[in-house]
Each structure stands twice: as C-alpha cells, then as structure tokens.
C-alpha cells in the first residue's frame, strides 16, 4: 500500500506569492496516476489535477502540476485570495487508491 | 447544476446501523462509478466503498462485512449502509463521482459538501 507525505504541513504566504506544494509517495506511482484537490471549510473538495498534469476541467492556469515516480509537485503561481485552502493529493494507479495528509496554505 | 449532497448522518451508539444517501444532479448518474470517501477528525482523506454503473460493488478492507453501498439509478441516488458502527467510523462522509469507470484505479471529479457521522456512546 502506497503512502503519500505531504509537506509543507502548512505554507504561510500573501496574495501574490507563488505556492509550491510537494506530494511523496513510498512506492513509485504508477502511470503518474496523481491528482491534487482542493478543499475549503464547508465546502466540496474539488479536483484542480490529475494525471499529475492535466488541468480540470474550469481550473485557472496559474494551478500546475508535475511530476512523476514518487515525486509530484502542485504550483500556484500566484495566490489569489480565494487559493488560501487545504491541499491533498492522491494516488491512483496502484490499489488501494491513498490520500495524502495535506497542506494548509494560509494567508500570512 | 452539476451537484451531489449527502444526508443521513448523525449520531448513533457503538454496534449500531445508519444509511447515508447521495443525491445527484445535473448528469447522467447511471454513466459513472459513484464511491465513498471519509474523513476523520484530525485524520486524512480514506476511500470507503466504490460502486460501478450496475451496481457491482467494492469496499476498503476497513469497512468489508460491515458497510453496504447500492445504488438506484432511477432515483439518481447513491446509499451507504453502515452496521456495526465503531467509534474509528467517525467521519465526514463524502459522495464522489469518478469521471472514468475502474474499480482499482480511480480518481474523483465530482464531491458532495459530505455528512458527518459521530460514533459514540
């Protein structure tokens, strides 16, 4: 079973700033099969990646993806007031599918 | 609008049964794979159960014997039966929608605002 370390726990930072988020799995991911979503107090959680690339469908461009292997980054390339959120990536191409733990990213 | 909202949650003692319910819409519920997903407090996101478009289940081994998931296309809707509950079952339950069929590997394109169920005596 794979297990994804997310990190930072938590990024500090102000609109305007780019946010880097990194994803590491245990086992290398097959297919790259990574998704990130993001999820906001109240909210449904909604999915910005997948693929570890490939943007969903409505998401802005300033949200990217990469990565492979056991390696996966999300980059915000610059926040916006409505990104301060909660972060998580998941595997999918080995089973069980697994979640990370997240990261907060907060307003500074 | 493209929506799923759960209900159903609420507390319920230890050994005992609740039923949670998804309702979908603004898609064709009977195209997808419709799953489970959970939340713990303080805990990470963890997968429960998975259903295909014609109802052939599958369960995480956590809740296997023990959590029942169906389906009922003719009502858009998406169940969850929950028996002999334990207090790890508390949690945020959400519905998700995966965009491509595949009971192992799967992603969600599509999540409920979720319903909360507390385990406790």
């Known amino acids: 079973e794979i297990v994804l370390t997310q990190s930072p726990g938590t990024l500090s930072l102000s609109p305007g700033e780019r946010a880097t988020l990194s994803c590491r799995a245990s086992q290398t991911v097959r297919n790259s099969y990574l998704a990130w979503y993001q999820r906001k107090p109240g909210q449904a959680p909604r999915l910005l990646i997948y693929?570890?690339?490939r943007r969903a469908t409505g998401i802005p461009d300033r949200f990217s993806g990469s990565g492979s292997g056991t390696d996966f980054t999300l980059t915000i390339s610059r926040l916006e007031p409505e990104d301060f959120a909660v972060y998580y990536c998941?595997?999918?191409?080995?089973?069980?599918?697994?979640f990370g733990q997240g990261t907060t990213v907060e307003i500074k | 609008e493209v929506q799923l909202v759960e209900s159903g949650g609420g507390l319920v003692q230890p050994g005992g049964s609740l039923r949670l319910s998804c309702a979908a819409s603004g898609f064709t519920f009977s195209a997808y794979d419709m799953h489970w997903v959970r939340q713990g407090t303080g805990k990470g996101l963890e997968w429960v159960s998975g259903?295909?478009?014609?109802?052939?289940?599958y369960y995480s081994d956590s809740v296997k014997g023990r959590f029942t998931i169906s389906r009922q296309n003719a009502k858009n809707s998406l169940y969850l039966q929950m028996n002999s509950l334990r207090a790890g079952d508390t949690a945020l339950y959400y519905c998700?929608?995966?965009?491509?069929?595949?009971?192992?590997?799967?992603?969600?394109?599509?999540w409920g605002r979720g319903t909360l169920v507390t385990v406790s005596s």
């Open positions: 998700a929608r995966a965009p491509e069929p595949d009971p192992d590997y799967f992603h969600f394109d599509l």
């Open positions: 693929d570890s690339f």
């Open positions: 998941q595997q999918y191409g080995n089973s069980p599918a697994a």
């Open positions: 259903v295909n478009s014609v109802g052939d289940p």
